[in-house]
């Protein structure tokens, strides 16, 4: 089976109910990212980043994966497929998907702010101040917040480099490092992007572009697939 590794981003949760970020209705409106996404923030204002990533799980909660993430899931059939999504959300997870690698995290896992080792599972939608660690410190979202290292990315990169075809979902491509995955690509594997707004990729030269939202544009990408396969 050949290999076919998907970058997901926002765009492909957004038929489901959850806003993306740089749309005009982004998730950071109301909110300063700083305040919300950095460890300043957090050192700052803990109750508020835990109120709002509390907000955020029980939004993902209600919603229910969409068309989009069910082709993904269908795409393991014909191929083996590895997702690599900046989502925080678990809708590839929830349509089947089994293969998803987490770039900046989850909001279904807490971890101790004295060492990251320790992450546990969030069970339902609330994460509270007093809630500890085995070693008695304070827990904190399991996210990869603005400023700090992004763990699975070398193992992400590890799989653009075996990509037999590599297709990008719903994401500006706007925050690095995982915007820059796709130079990993090998040169002749072929590029798909789906996005209503096709971003600008200066640096490669896409292939195969779907201008569509994410329901729309993969069942023509998957079509397109079945003649790759
Ligand atoms: N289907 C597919 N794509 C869509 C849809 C849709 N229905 N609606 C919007 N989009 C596209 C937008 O055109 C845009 O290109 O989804 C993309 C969303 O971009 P962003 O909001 O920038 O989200 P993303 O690229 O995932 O952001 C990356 O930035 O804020 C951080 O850590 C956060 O993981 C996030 C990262």
Redesign the pocket.
């Known amino acids: 089976m050949k290999k076919l590794v998907v970058l ?5 949760s ?2 489901s109910g959850i ?5 005009a209705d ?3 409106e109301g909110y300063d ?1 700083m305040e919300v ?1 950095t460890p300043e923030g957090w050192h700052k204002n803990p109750a508020l980043v835990l109120d709002f990533y509390n907000q955020r799980r029980k939004r993902a909660l209600e919603v229910r994966p ?1 068309r ?1 993430h069910e082709i993904l899931h269908e795409l393991e059939k014909m191929f083996e497929v590895v997702i690599v ?4 959300d678990n809708l590839h997870e929830r349509a089947g998907s089994s293969n998803v690698i987490h ?2 995290g989850s909001l279904f896992e807490s971890r101790s702010t004295r060492d990251e080792r320790l992450v546990y599972p969030i069970e339902g939608w609330e994460l509270k101040m007093g809630d500890l660690c085995e070693q008695g410190f304070q827990l904190r979202p399991n ?4 400023g700090e290292m992004v763990p699975l990315m070398e193992v992400a990169a590890r799989q653009a480099r075996e990509a037999d075809i590599f297709l990008v ?7 690095y490092p ?2 820059g995955l796709i130079d990993y690509v090998p040169y002749d594997s072929p590029r798909i992007i ?6 600008d990729l200066r640096s490669v030269s896409p292939i195969h572009k779907f201008e ?6 993969m069942q023509k990408v998957h079509d397109l697939l079945v003649t790759l396969a």
């Open positions: 997901s981003g926002a765009g492909i957004a038929e806003p993306t970020f740089r749309d982004g998730l950071w990212v996404a969409n989009g999504t900046q989502n925080v770039l900046h996210i990869v917040w603005f979902v719903g994401t500006s491509m706007a925050v995982a915007a789906v996005d209503p707004r096709i971003p569509e939202k994410a329901s729309v544009g």
